[in-house]
Each structure stands twice: as C-alpha cells, then as structure tokens.
C-alpha cells in the first residue's frame, strides 16, 4: 500500500516539475530502476508493488518521443545510452533471475514495445541483438508459464523483424558451444548487483553524463560530443557485427536456431491462441530467403518432427470406421480457425471433432511449406511423406479390410484436395504413384505396389470401394502436377505404337475399300454378330454415318475434320437406343459449356509444362515395339466395357475420369482418346473401339428386351426426377448403362469440339 502512494506521490510530483531534457530524464528513470536493486534488500515483493514498471514505460515513451523529435534513422543521446550502457543486457539479467517477482513479464513487455514502436533498426546493433537472443532462450521453458503470452507476443515480433530485413537472421543462428555454458554457480542477487554497479560507476566517465546542476553549456558541449562519438560506434558496431552473404552461405554444422526451439515449445500450450501465435511465427521463419537459416531449421531443430508427428496423432485418432461421405462433405477447415465445440450441432457425425482437428492441422503443413524457402519446402515435404504417408498412410490403404479401406481412401482423396503447396503436392504424388517414368509393361505393372494396389481398387469388387478410389484419381488429375498425368498415361503413348503404320501411298490407296472405312471394325467378321441371321440384323447405318475417311484425316485444319469425329461419337449409339431427344434440355450442345470451362481449367496449367503441338512423327517412333495401354487406362477400358452391366454410380465415375483424361492437351491423348480415325495396331484398343464393341453388344440385347425405347425413356426421366420411382423397371442397369453410354458420346463429342476450336482460335 505505502508502495502504491509513493508512486502516486512520484507521478505528482514529475507532473508538475520542471521538464527536464529528454537525456536526463531517461537517465534519472534507469537509475530509480537501479537504485531500486542497491537499496532493497526484500527481493520477494512482486514487481507490481514497485514503481519499476512506471520507470520502464517512460523509458519507452522518451525514447518514442526522441525518435518523433529527430530525423529518420537518425539516433538520438537517449537510445545511444541505451545501447553503449547495455541496458537491454542488464533487464535480460534482471528477467532471468526474476527478481523480483514477475519482472521477467515486465522485461518481456519492455523488449516487445521496444522492438515494435522504434522504427529505427535495432537487431544489427550487438547491445541488442545479443541479449534479445539470451531472453530468446527463455522463452517457453516451462509449459503454462504465467508470462506465456508475454514470451509469444516478444518472440512474434522478433520474427516480424526478421521478415522485413530477413539477413538479420544470422544473429540467430548459434553456435551450440557458445549456447550451452550458459550456467553460473553466482547467486542470483550478487549477480544481478554486479551488472547494475558497472555501467553506474562508470556513467560519468564513460558517456558524460553531467549532473543537472552543472554548467548548462559545457553540458550541452560534451553531450553533443559524446553523441556524436557514440554515433559513431554505433556504425561501427553495425557496420562489424553483420556477416556477409559468403559467411552466411557456408556450413555451420553445430548450429542452434533457438528462436525456432523457443517457438516449437510454445506450440504444445494448452492454450489454443498460443499456439496459434506460434504456428504464426513459425510461418515467418521458414518463409526467410536465407540459405543458412532454412538449413539450420530442417537440420537442426525439430520442426520436420512436430509436423509430421502431429498428423500421425490427429490421424490416428480418427475413427476407424467413417461414412465417405461425412469425409467428403465436410466444410473447408483453415488452420487457427479451428473452434469447433461440437455443441449443438445438427451436423455431427462419430469422429467429426478429430476429423476437424486433422485437417486443420494439414492445412497448416501444408501452408507452411507453400510459404518455406525452397529447399526448406523440399526438406519439409519430403519428411511428410516419408514419416506420415509412408509410415503412417499406406498401411491403411494396402490393408485388405473394405471399410478400412474405404475409410483411409476417403481420406487420401480429402488430402488430394486439400494440398495446395507445390512441394507437398510433388511428395503426395509421388507417395501414390511412385516416380518412375518408363513405359509399362503387363509384367512389370506391380513395380510400385500402391500404385498397383490402388488401380485395382478402381476394379473393386465392392462398388463403393471402386467409386471412392476412381473418384480419387479424379481429383488427383485435375491438380497440377506434370507426374500424374505421365505416369499413369503418357509414358506408354510416346511412342505412338497403337498405330499399324503405313506408307503414305498405300495409305492413300487403302483410305475407301468397296465403300467402307478403312480400318473400320467389319462387323460381318466380329465374334459379337456371328449369331445373327442377316434377316434379323439389325442395321449398321449407325456406324457408317461417320463420314468416310479421308487421306489427310490426322490434320486438324478445317471445319470438315472436327465435324467428321464429331459426328462419329454422336452416331456411335444407333437411334433405338437414343432417348435423349424425347427430353427437352439434353442435347450435345448442354456439354459445350462445360466442356469449355474444363478444358480451359487444365491448359492454365499444361502450358507450363513445354508440351508438343503436334504428335510425334512415325518416323521417330518406335512402332516394332509391343503396345501396353498402362495399368491404369486397361483398368478404366475394362470397366468401360461392362458398363451395360454396371451400377450407375460406377458408370457415372469411370465415364467422369475418361473425359477428364481427354481434356488434356496432348496431341498423343487426343489421337489415342479422341481420333475415332487412327489405324489402331493389331491386339490394341482405344477409347473408341471399346466404345464400338459396347455398341456392338448392345445391339444383341436389344434385340431380346420387349418394349426396350419406352422402358429406356422411363428410366431417364426417372433419373431425372420426372417419373416416379414405384414401378418395377426390367433391366433397369442395362437401361441405365445405355443412358450413360449415350451422354458420354455426346460429352466426348462436346471436348473433341472445344479442344478444336480452342486449337484454331488465337
């Protein structure tokens, strides 16, 4: 209480006193503080019963004032006591030692304001930058502590400095001998006396400081002199202490980055904003240009450990049993964002909590390494994979449990969507389907076994299961990765083999043989129409709509050409099997727009990857060699072969993946998806030619199904919600196939357009 009243009576009487100049007075504050020490012999009353709080605020608020008062960059008599006395050294000591109570938080405070209210820079000066690293070290030793969010705002604004001048990060970079010897057997009180009496006795001497009561003038000389002097030490001081880029590059094997460490301990508060404010610093660190520090900071602190060890905890939590759907649906998450309390909430599901605090906490890995210097990035990344994908990931996914696997692929298909960070998107594509980049071979398709064993799941016995993982690949494809594209697809078209290859003049001579295409599927020779009489045959007009052939039918230069395969894919499913035309609004000309939006979706991001105009010359080619369509596209072909057979569902995903595989602008894609007129080598299929044999079946079965165009017309309005759903339709998945079937013609024909326009429009 008489504590208090003085420092009323205190603030009283400096009101109304006579200004003093602005040295003098931030003089006369430090020694109160100072006095304080030599004097008072009771170190347990805590520093709220003392005025050193009052002292350092106007300490703070003249050293503002000086700043205000003088020149841009310019230092004033106030901070250069500040800094040749080493008063930062001497509260560093004071905090450490806590003395008295709680002036470890009032330091903390001190150095933040300090820090974040000078504009001038203050870290290339040696007074500050060393012991600002010493007050480092004791940030987030103790978990809980009552100065935790003092410690997180000091080091918050420490980082902020750094990113404005980002080479000031080698002052933080320390060696672990230097860092290590830290103790002293000195007891706190003798030690702490003996830092506050050396720049006191030496005061007068050293700085010449002159008493108020001396010659105004000569104290106005030797204060100018002495500015002047310390000005100059102070450049020196700059000019020594900031190592150059050479010293900064080379490798310093033993280093500590402990504003890092400090940081990292700070992110396992109880305390959600702390840990937030330190994921935010962290955020700032990894994002400095600075070889040497990102070096240190994947190499020398535990940063890699805490993200990855924090996936495996939140994955692991989740349960082990999840509704895909629940998976796919749930809102955006943004790490620091993540308050959700579960209470009253209509939309919970078993597991939502854990689910939530999972995604949070990828989103943050994965903002991170987008923000991290490069290398920094490539380190991180490739640490996620390693010790969360590989360790923690596959093993659910190769597990042979349906639910296990249809959980841990709904999550890896979220994950997909969620990455954004261009190192971290590499290191999951490469998690998933390996790196290599050779051709494939039927005996070589198991060289990486998850990539495998995830195309396999495409052919699933469990429908569910199927749709999930093609819906995976789905996403997987639409991100801007080069990898994916080529290795699931293009490394077994680049050389062109699906092509019989001949001579340009027999070519010529072969384009119209007694007035059918030329290498067209002969439907007479086909095992599929055998058992059909000519007179019960039904007609093949359907296939010879397409316009015949003609010598120069690969180039793509004239409206006739894109018309020809247009029409192609609009006449591949003959008229009794069309219902589209009986319902208004579903036309080709419904897919042009989307087919539009997509294609111009996936150039944004093929541009950059330098692909070919024009398909590889046969003459490069490699013809003799065997053709493998790849692992992937056999599976999507096999299933598209059965889509009279299958549920909708499956036909709606496996048709979704093929279109987004003939959206890419590759001139080999487009001739093997697209290109209805390629001469395909013996043994080989295309996306065409599967369709064609569809086709072909379908035509048999009609043949056997009574009243099959009413029936197929009731099944479309009832997938679209026209008809209700009561009655008992025979063959209702083969009518639905047909309906897919039809939709997908006309949806490739709607990308073969809009690739062409896009291909002819500058």
Not at 604 to 618: H, N
Request: hydrophobic content about 35%; charged content about 25%.
């Amino acid at each position: 209480m008489f504590s208090k009243f003085t420092s009323i009576l205190q603030h009283a009487v400096e009101a109304l006193a006579p200004s003093l100049p602005l040295q003098e007075d931030f003089v006369y504050h430090w020694k109160a503080i100072t006095h304080y020490y030599i004097e008072t012999s009771d170190d347990k009353a805590p520093v709220t019963d003392t005025n050193i709080p009052s002292h350092l605020e106007q300490m703070l608020d003249i050293l503002i004032q000086e700043e205000n008062e003088r020149e841009s960059g310019e230092t004033g008599p106030c901070m250069e006591y500040l800094l040749h006395h080493k008063i930062l050294e001497t509260l560093y000591t004071l905090g450490k030692a806590d003395c008295p109570p709680g002036m470890k938080q009032q330091v903390l405070s001190f150095y933040t304001k300090l820090l974040g209210r000078i504009r001038q820079p203050l870290l290339p000066h040696i007074n500050v930058h060393r012991p600002v690293q010493k007050l480092i070290r004791l940030c987030g030793e103790v978990l809980t502590a009552p100065t935790e969010n003092e410690e997180i705002q000091f080091l918050c604004i420490v980082c902020a400095k750094l990113k404005q001048d980002p080479y000031l990060v080698n002052f933080f970079l320390e060696n672990k001998s230097k860092t290590g010897a830290s103790g002293s057997s000195i007891p706190v009180r003798e030690s702490v006396l003996g830092k506050l009496k050396e720049p006191s006795a030496s005061c007068a001497s050293d700085t010449g400081q002159t008493e108020v009561t001396g010659d105004p003038g000569a104290a106005t000389n030797k204060e100018t002199e002495l500015t002047q002097q310390a000005a100059e030490e102070s450049v020196s001081v700059n000019t020594l202490n900031i190592p150059s880029q050479s010293e900064t590059a080379a490798n310093r094997p033993n280093q500590d980055y402990n504003l890092v460490n400090s940081l990292l301990n700070l992110t396992k508060s109880p305390d959600g904003r702390i840990v937030v404010k330190a994921c935010e610093g962290l955020m700032l660190l990894v994002s400095l240009p600075e070889p040497a520090a990102a070096k240190c900071l994947t190499e020398n602190t535990a940063l890699c450990e805490l993200l990855t060890e924090r996936l495996t905890v939140f994955y692991k939590a989740l349960p082990q049993s999840m509704d895909p759907l629940d998976i796919e649906t749930i809102e955006s998450v943004n790490w620091g964002l993540d308050a959700y309390s579960g209470k009253e909430d209509r939309t919970a599901f078993p597991g939502k909590r854990a689910l939530i605090s999972f995604l949070s906490w990828l989103d943050y890995c994965d903002q991170l390494i987008k923000e991290a210097q490069k290398t920094a990035a490539v380190t991180l990344a490739r640490y996620v994979r390693e010790r969360f994908f590989v360790s923690v990931m596959e093993p659910q996914l190769m597990q042979t449990s349906e639910i296990g696997i249809l959980t841990s692929t709904a999550l890896l298909n979220r994950l997909i969507r969620q990455v954004t960070s261009v190192a971290l998107l590499q290191e999951t594509v490469y998690f998933i389907l390996g790196e290599q980049r050779e051709p494939e071979t039927l005996a070589g398709i198991n060289s990486y076994p998850l990539r495998h064993r995830l195309i396999e799941h495409c052919d699933h016995l469990s429908d569910e299961i199927s749709i999930m993982t093609l819906r995976m690949f789905e996403h997987l494809l639409q991100k801007p990765s080069e990898h994916i594209i080529y290795n699931l697809v293009l490394r077994n078209l680049e050389e062109r083999n699906y092509n019989e290859y001949k001579p340009p003049c027999q070519e010529d001579k072969d384009v119209v043989e007694n007035g059918q295409i030329a290498g067209a599927i002969d439907l007479e020779e086909d095992p599929l129409f055998t058992d059909l009489s000519p007179s019960n045959r039904l007609s093949a007009d359907w296939l010879s709509a397409s316009p015949p052939q003609t010598p120069d039918h690969t180039k793509s230069d004239g409206k006739t050409e894109v018309h020809k395969i247009v029409n192609s894919f609009l006449c591949l499913v003959p008229d009794e099997a069309k219902s589209s035309y009986h319902v208004e609004g579903t036309g080709y000309d419904t897919y042009l727009r989307d087919a539009h939006r997509q294609f111009c979706e996936f150039c944004a991001f093929c541009t950059r990857w330098e692909w070919p105009g024009a398909p590889k010359t046969f003459e490069n080619c490699h013809l003799e060699a065997a053709f493998f369509e790849g692992h992937f596209l056999k599976v999507l072909f096999d299933r598209m072969g059965r889509i009279l057979d299958q549920p909708y569902d499956v036909n709606l995903q496996v048709t979704s993946v093929l279109s987004k595989l003939s959206m890419f602008p590759h001139p080999h894609m487009h001739e093997y998806l697209l290109d209805p007129y390629i001469n395909l080598a013996p043994g080989c299929r295309s996306l065409f030619s599967v369709i064609v044999r569809v086709v072909g079946d379908l035509m048999l079965r009609i043949q056997r199904i009574p009243d099959f165009t009413p029936k197929l017309l009731q099944v479309r309005k009832r997938l679209l919600g026209l008809d209700p759903e009561d009655a008992v339709i025979d063959h209702s998945t083969l009518l639905e196939g047909v309906i897919v079937l039809e939709e997908f013609c006309k949806e490739l024909a709607a990308i073969a357009f809009v690739k062409f326009h896009a291909s002819t429009t500058p």
